[in-house]
């Protein structure tokens, strides 16, 4: 008896729990699907070419960018060479997100769904996961990065009594006091935002974005005229020369397209909000390579001139600011680093959202859709986030462009497998309905739940780049072949999976491989199959626009 009652209650609280399933809808939570897997009905395609301008000056005019520049100096590079490193590498970013966000954009499907017709329904769990886990980097080194911008604001606002508050933390932590209080606050302002769906995030990321572009000009200005020009470091010539060089500007473009690696891989998973097949194209093709250039170039010229004013040169903006409050507590100092405090926490808060935490939300929510959608995913995300201890990933700038720049050999390969499985093996035809139901019957089932031919072609554009990975983080390279392989590691990835995915769909292709056929799911109630009558079918037809009819 008591274990029937038992049983009873564990089934009540499991339905309780499962995720909310909209009014009148055509889908239910199951192993496969939930309101955050399916593809976006019209309704909640609210995204207009702005958004996704204001979405790419987020991604693009933020820490990151401004990093990505100034590091590379460390690596033997004039500015003008990182300059045109830059150049380079962002055009390239912007070509592969165009490419990778075009299925969702004409199809309203997300990375997540994607990668089952490539990998198969349960072999796409592998990128799935592979993705959770460099988010769950990412996403702990920019909340810890925010945690510096309350730090800056709370150190104007309180003053010397906050800012140089004592360390109880030993030397091994490799965080202070201060920097840990700060992130967790930071994490407190930040919590709320995930509540937000993100068809309703324009308006907040507008503001961000707006006020991004301010504090960057501002941090521009202010520095050339206080330190009456932009310095010395900016006419500094190359510290390395002849192939040293030569190699050190090809795992440069490596290491910058490593930072965006994980956001061009996903990037279906904000163009399926996209309002017309085409409003993502101005935000990828414009705005991504034009905001990354100049925010990097801006960055220089400011870590030039403030070197010129401080005899130190600082790769971290938000290392600028405190350093500044530690030289002067005045009003016009605590008010100047309040603001720029406060729009890089806009720009954080908004960079977080956007590039990690809905994303691998949805990621997340594959893992288990009954009881798993974006929003549940953001906060599990977030707690493991914290959990990492990001303070040691960004302790030193060597540190941070091998660690980040590493991760693109796992990315690059899926990146490849999922662009051409979609545009040379599928020809841009899906069977929506299958991407959603196990067993044999589905064209997405391949063997046992996972495509063989998309696990051998990432596996063979991943190992060759590993040993050459392993001396870089090791610091052992000596400039062998492997270590020359591995800084070629993006393009070879992207390649040879993509190349080898193609080849084995052509010498043994599959069932259903082309084709397309409508979304529906037979829906039941109460263990009763609904009549033929009562199914509710989203037609996406070939321009992308989707309407609902009964089947």
Known sequence: MFPEKSSSKRRDWARKLECPVDENANYENTYWCNRDLIPIPEDRRTWTWQGY???WIITGANNSAWTAGATLLALGLSVGQCMG???GASCIISIIAVVAGWMGSHDHLGFTVMSRASWGMIGGF??????????CIWMGIQTYWGGQTVKIILGAVIGPKFAYMKNTL???????????ISFFIFLAIFCPMLLIPPEKLQTPLKIAFIMIVCNIFGLLIWSVRTAHGAGHLINAPATESGSTLSWNMVYS???????????ILGQSDWTRYASTTNASLFGQGITCPLTIILTALLGLITTSATQKIYSTTFWNPFELLLYIQSQSMSPATRAGTFFSGLCFLASQMALCIVL????TGMDMAALCPRWINIRRGCFILTIIAVAICPWNFVN??????TVLSGWSIFLSGMTGILVVDYFCVRRGELHLADMYQGGKE????????????????WAMGVWPLLPGFVRRVRMTATGNGWDHLYDLSYFFGFLVSGFLHWALHTLCPTAKQTGSSPFEMELHRSGERVSEEDVVELRVGSEGEGKSSLA
Not at 126 to 135: D, K
Request: contains cysteine.
């Open 442 to 457: 589905g064209a997405y089932w391949y063997t046992w739940g996972v495509n063989w031919r998309a696990v051998v072609a």
């Open 253 to 263: 473009i490596q290491a910058v397209l490593g930072l965006w690696s994980g956001g």
């Open 170 to 180: 030993p030397e091994s932590a490799n965080v202070d006091t201060c920097s840990l």
């Open 396 to 401: 030193s700038a060597s540190t941070f462009i």
């Open 85 to 87: 490193v830059i150049v």
């Open 53 to 55: 301008a204001g979405y």
């Open 126 to 135: 592998w990128p799935v996961l592979n993705r959770i886990v460099t988010a």
């Open 356 to 359: 990690n935490a809905m994303s």
